[in-house]
């Protein structure tokens, strides 16, 4: 846990100093005027609309008349007040639980020697790409009160218990098991990139493995919890679908649900909603700035200039116990949920008169998946999907790789203002975001309104802070002494990148834009406003289906995706670890 | 299910014998002159803005295809209010990407009424003019509320508005949407309270009813039995009636409250013949009778070519609101209909 500083080695720091006279500025300044375009200016838009009754595109800047009125309403509002407390008890329980077993997955995963740990690995992913909503859904159908599948088996066995997800503690759990892979994304990243010898030298000194990894391994991987479970907590602050379908028929109602409920109202409310995001950022910029301040001043570097290889604990028998624990995990979050979007899927209405009629295989057939296919939109979604998916994969890794490692490994002017402003979109709910960006862009020349790669604009801003977050991680986790010591050898800053920095944080790197392509995949609210008839995307069609009323066809669609995304999943997750492999052994 | 059987065929016949049995160019000519068709055709296609459900809408394309193969109809479908904010911000960039725009809400589209051309159907005479908020826009659509119930739960169905108030039905077996949810829902809201009387919705409310965001988690609700009745719009549940779900429908004597949509030509429109035929198309005898068939919707016609099964002309009347009051009584009763059900605006 050494903090070694570049200016222990003055000679390295005059070699690169002089190019990075000009360079650093011109650096800072061509992210800046990046970041202004993508997050300020749509922000200026928001701010614009909580400020006034006015469009800005409709009425002009001409017509602004700032106010305070959105603002006042909305804090004297009480049924916001209760929306907001209900937000923060739904996705605070949420993260705890997000952190418990994302956390005691990564190191069932990274750290034990529990049997099939790949195939637990891939499978406990599974939540991260089903969409919110049909997450929501899939619950409803198991653990509704009345008609649930849970319950129903329940029955069916005489026990008189019965679950009801239609409720605060359901949201909860809900929440919980679907975010906890953003920590585990984090945490095994982490617990990977740590060097085993502070565990070893904690176990020599007598300390016994329980202690060991409360004192020195979850210690160690602090940023990576932190971030996880701030990264967790915010994109549920910012999720409408679990709350849409769990919440709404018990009457809970949270921020989400409170500004889809501003918008879709006639006339839509957009001014007041936007005063509601701006709120909302509030909150975040709060956590964001607590977050920073646990960590300042103390280091989390783990990878340092040794080669080593992540140590695996030997547990005995209890190895099965891990395993079962992970099956048990497994067939909660995968199995029954999955089980429960086939059930709708292929069965024809969702009516059980009771446990047997859901062996009843005459109710059973194709005919969602056929009428699914049969609408020419479904094609074209998928296609555009994966097109808008890759762009913003690509594009938004390559600049969350230049904001991170600006904002971490530098210590130029102006890297506090970058991560600042790269964090900012990260609470604005999609549906008023997605406002913003077509106020903001839609009068920009040469024709980038109506494409495909307005969309993936939308998506680079809108996920830069999770991605930038996730990168963030890596960069604190390589030793500051590994790119010292290429540039002693004489390498340029951006040989050093290229040779030492971008081959340590590859896992990050993939990782980020896996989760960006996931992300990109499953965003509705800023796609909503930014497509057309020839750019539809997945996310909007699968809307569509859930606006008709139509579970089925929801259930079939969802599927779909979640096939594609495991598909491309499991080959990025190949790709990750042929690379990983390559550059720690090769 | 003979009868519903019987029902269709007879209401797929009507239309049936007002499409077919001519030649295509002669189809064709019923809804515009050579000149339009073939300006129509050499546009080759329009852009179709839609609040409504988008597979509805893609049943009307593939029907309108029919008789016009040339024409390719794109569809861009968003929920209502933000399809009014695109609309809108889209048409003060100068960008508006819409030939044609279906909306539910009069009231919003009548605001917008500049933006679109005039334009008026060859059967123009033929429709109300209550449904009509201005001579620009057009009710393609129109939709109608029915009382629905799952068949395997309810033994006493309910036959009229009135039943829903009746203590048998207690206990969250009731579902419907809120009442802010949009000008579909107000619309029958403000039917209850001025056809059913000053104390209907506290009636009802004090049953305990379960409340829901919007037509298609109630349709949802009601096939998977966590409610039993529900009044909805017919066009939600009567296509799963059809494929074979455990509900039924019926209209109440007391009258069906109906929601004509503004629909109209953009001044911008990029094909306006294809726009104009496309237009013409879903408001001919024939578009209506189709939608009335296929799909469970209502119509503005004065003499509908078509009626749903169990509508009975006799006894049914629809019911269009006051267009003035629909716009005047909006918030204070909707504020009444919050407090009386309990719901947290």
Not at chain 1, 91 to 112: N, Q, Y
Not at chain 2, 62 to 89: H, Y
């Amino acid at each position: 846990m050494t903090a070694t500083s570049a200016e222990a080695l003055p000679a390295a720091r005059q070699m690169t100093q002089a190019p990075r006279r000009w360079g650093a500025p011109l650096w800072v300044g061509a992210l800046l005027i990046v970041l202004a375009f993508l997050v300020i200016y749509p922000l200026l838009m928001l701010m614009f609309g909580a400020l006034s009754d006015s469009n800005p595109i409709v009425d002009g800047f001409g017509a602004f008349r700032p106010s305070a009125k959105h603002f006042f309403d909305v804090l004297a509002n009480e049924n916001v007040h209760l929306a907001f407390f209900n937000a923060l008890a739904a996705c605070g329980g949420g993260t705890i639980l997000a952190v418990v077993i994302g956390l005691a997955f990564s190191w069932i995963v990274v750290r034990t020697n529990t049997p099939f740990k790949g195939f637990i690995a891939g499978a406990s992913m599974i939540p991260l790409f089903v969409p919110p909503l049909v997450a929501g859904v899939a619950w409803g159908i198991l653990g509704s009160p009345k008609t649930g599948l849970l319950n129903t088996a329940l029955k069916w066995v005489g026990i008189d218990f019965r679950f009801n997800f239609y409720s605060m503690s359901g949201l909860i759990i809900v929440f919980g098991i679907y975010y906890a892979p953003y920590v585990y994304m984090f945490t095994a990243s982490a617990l990977r990139n740590m060097d085993p010898s502070l565990e070893e030298a904690s176990e020599v000194s007598g300390a016994s493995a329980f202690t060991t990894i409360f004192t020195i391994t979850f210690p160690l991987i602090a940023p990576a919890i932190l971030a996880g479970s701030l990264l967790s907590f915010v994109v549920m602050l910012g999720i409408y679908g679990v709350p849409a379908a769990l919440g709404a028929p018990a009457n809970i109602n949270v921020l989400t649900t409170y500004i889809f409920k501003l918008t879709a109202w006639s006339p839509p409310l957009y001014n007041t909603a936007a005063a509601v995001a701006i709120l909302l950022m509030v909150v975040t910029a709060i956590l964001v700035w607590a977050q920073q301040k646990v960590l300042s001043g103390k280091s989390y570097a783990t990878v340092a200039g040794k080669a080593f290889r992540p140590r695996s604990l030997n547990l005995g028998p209890w190895r099965w116990f891990t395993f079962a624990l992970a099956l048990v995990y497994l067939f909660v979050v995968v199995v029954l949920p999955t089980l429960a979007l086939v059930i709708a899927a292929f069965r024809k209405f969702l009516f059980f008169k009771d446990f047997n009629a859901l062996f009843d295989w005459n109710q059973y057939s194709w005919v969602h998946f056929n009428s699914v296919f049969d609408n020419p939109l479904t094609m074209l979604s998928i296609w555009n999907t994966l097109k808008v998916g890759v762009i913003t994969a690509v594009a938004g890794g390559a600049l969350a790789f230049a904001i991170g490692y600006t904002v971490n490994r530098t210590t130029v002017s102006g890297r506090r203002s970058i991560d600042l402003l790269a964090t900012l979109p990260v609470a604005i709910p999609g549906l008023v975001v997605g406002v913003a960006y077509l106020w903001a862009w839609i009068g920009l020349p040469g024709g980038l309104y109506g494409t495909i790669w307005i969309l993936a604009l939308a998506f680079v801003a809108r996920f830069m802070p999770d991605t930038v977050k996730a990168l963030s991680t890596s960069f604190l986790q390589i030793h500051k002494e590994l790119e010292e010591a290429a540039w002693i050898c004489g390498r340029g800053l951006l040989g050093t990148i290229r040779t030492v920095v971008l081959p340590l944080a590859k896992p990050g790197v993939v990782a980020s834009m896996t989760l960006l392509f996931v992300l990109a995949i499953r965003e509705l609210g800023s796609s909503l406003f930014l497509y057309t008839s020839d750019t539809t995307v997945m996310a909007v069609l699968l809307l569509d289906y859930y606006e008709g009323g139509n579970t089925g066809k929801t259930a079939a669609f969802s599927l779909v995706q979640t096939a594609i995304l495991g598909v491309l999943l499991g080959l990025t997750t190949w790709i990750s670890r042929e690379t990983t492999q390559n550059t720690r052994f090769n | 299910m003979k009868r519903r059987t019987f029902t269709k065929t007879a209401v797929l016949g009507t239309a049936g014998i007002l499409t077919g049995g001519l030649p295509a160019w002669a189809q064709q000519e019923k809804f515009g002159t050579k000149e339009e068709i073939a300006a129509a055709e050499k546009e080759g296609g329009l852009t179709y803005y839609t609040a409504n459900f988008a597979e509805t809408e893609q049943e009307v394309i593939k029907e309108f295809n029919k008789t016009f193969p040339k024409i390719k109809v794109a569809m861009v479908r968003a929920p209502g209010g933000q399809l009014i904010t695109r609309i809108k911000t889209e048409a003060a960039a100068g960008k508006l990407g819409a030939d044609v725009v279906n909306h539910s809400d009069r009231g919003l589209m009548l605001e917008l009424q500049d933006l679109f051309q005039d334009y008026k159907p060859p059967n123009a005479a033929d429709y109300r003019p209550d449904a009509m908020v201005s001579p620009k826009l057009w009710p393609g659509v129109t939709l109608g509320w029915a009382i629905a119930y799952n068949t395997q739960l309810v033994k006493n169905a309910p036959k009229t508005w009135m039943d829903l108030t009746k203590p048998e039905y207690k206990d969250k077996q009731i579902g419907q949407v809120v009442g802010p949810s949009g000008g579909t829902t107000w619309t029958r809201i403000m039917f209850e309270k001025q056809v059913l009387g000053d104390d209907y919705w506290a009636k009802q409310a004090a049953l305990g009813i379960s409340l829901f965001p919007s037509g298609a988690p109630t349709s949802d609700s009601l096939v998977r039995g966590e409610i039993s009745i529900a009044p909805l719009l017919y066009n939600i549940i009567y296509t799963k009636i059809v494929e074979g779900a455990p509900a039924e429908a019926i209209f109440a004597p007391e009258g069906v409250p109906i929601i004509p949509y503004a629909d109209g030509i953009t001044k911008t429109a990029k094909s306006p013949n294809a726009s104009k035929l496309f237009m013409n198309w879903r408001l001919s005898k024939e578009g209506q009778s189709f939608q009335i068939a296929k799909l469970g919707n209502i119509t503005s016609l004065k003499e509908p070519p078509a009626f749903p099964k169990g509508w009975d002309p006799k006894v049914i009347k629809v019911w269009v609101p006051n267009f003035e009051q629909f716009e005047k009584l909006r918030e204070p009763w909707l504020a009444e209909w919050n407090k009386t059900y309990g719901y947290r605006q």
